[in-house]
């Protein structure tokens, strides 16, 4: 049943409720919201809110993203943010704010038209961005759990990394609090990094944390990884034992100011952690260090983005997790290779530029459900990128002679649910090509 802020009373003007449906109606066929000027309305006092379309999702989950409220001035530019907020939570094909106004006060139709949020799903992913690495299996995930955008999935994994998964995750606890939970619980087998004997996994991790603005959160993570392997494979294990149990505490801050967190075109990102391992083990006792800087520029039309990441280890790292360029990070160019050390540093530029405006569509079919036929997003990018690295055992050996560095081109396609698919094509040092598919985008 549909939850909303506000009902439009059942003797609402006609007229008047005939206009209001009239615009949305226009301004969902138009495709071209941003193009109107709502500055028009600035200063003027916001007295409604309706939502439209929520189904499942409850009206304060929309309400609370929203950097306008009833009550307040209306600022076109809180209006364009409120609208951002709302469509990175990923629950809805699209979101759609349309001010009216009457004599010195204005009020908002947010129209939302949700994806759907509950369905059993075949499990198929490649591990650490490697082909030759394809997972796969069944799964259960309800992505919008109560209405509260509340995380809940479970799954069984075969192939390259076979396993259990077991995650819930609430990013809004307590109204004002604005606290954020993640429990994540994971049984897996998986092939070293740097030797390629099979490790066998007992993870666990919860996630405390705290927004201090919408956009600034702090968590602390307490993580227990149960590592075992075969007698013959102690050797490579740091304590000299067939199995560890590696407790760590994480401290992660983060500042997102990106407008659009799958395909962002302004803004600036910041990761900062510090985790602290091997806890109650002082075979095991080692210290991480993580930098993640992202930056991105609209210029015109074209959107130039910039990245600055480091992951720095100190003390007794054991073998199962030491710094690696070529799994979860790579370089484009050298997409394959896999370079292991203590430190790792990695940088980006990438000048992307639309082909195809993004774009909504929708069509009828009898055999489908609306999720799957309604407001619909298409758009295609085109970009260059040049990445470059350094992974390094001991500072002294840091040179800038020993950076690996690729470069190419690709298309990027915009698309519901998967948000982004990438063609790329890179080059190494040397002009060897290679193509890569993925989806998302590395930054």
Known sequence: MTTQKKYIPPKFN???KTIILLLVVLSAVSGAQDKIDFSKFNGKIIKDIFIVGNKQTRAKVILREMQLQEGQVFRDSLLIRSRERLENLWLFNRVEMLPFSSSDS?????????RWYFFPYPVLYIVDRDWDKLTYGFGFAHLNFRGWNEKLQSSVHFGNRPGLKFVYENPWVGEKLHLYTRVYFRKFRMDNYKYDFPEY??????????????????????SRDQVSVDKENVIYMESGNQEDINYGIRLINTFDYRDLYAYPTTGWYLRLGIYKMGLFAPELDYTQYMFDFRKYLSVNSFILAGRVYTLQSYGNTPVYDQVFLGFEERIRGHFNEVYNGRYAMLLGLALRHPLIPLRYFSYHSELLPEFLTKNLKFGLNAGLFIESGQVWNNHKNFKLRNMITGYGFGLHFLLPYVEVLRFDYAFNEQGRGEFIVEVLMPF
């Open 106 to 114: 204005v009020s908002i139709i947010v129209s939302v038209t949700e």
């Open 14 to 16: 006609t007229v008047f």
């Open 201 to 222: 996994h007992l993870l666990s991790v919860v996630h405390l944390g705290k927004y201090w603005t919408r956009d600034i959160r702090t968590v602390v993570m307490f």
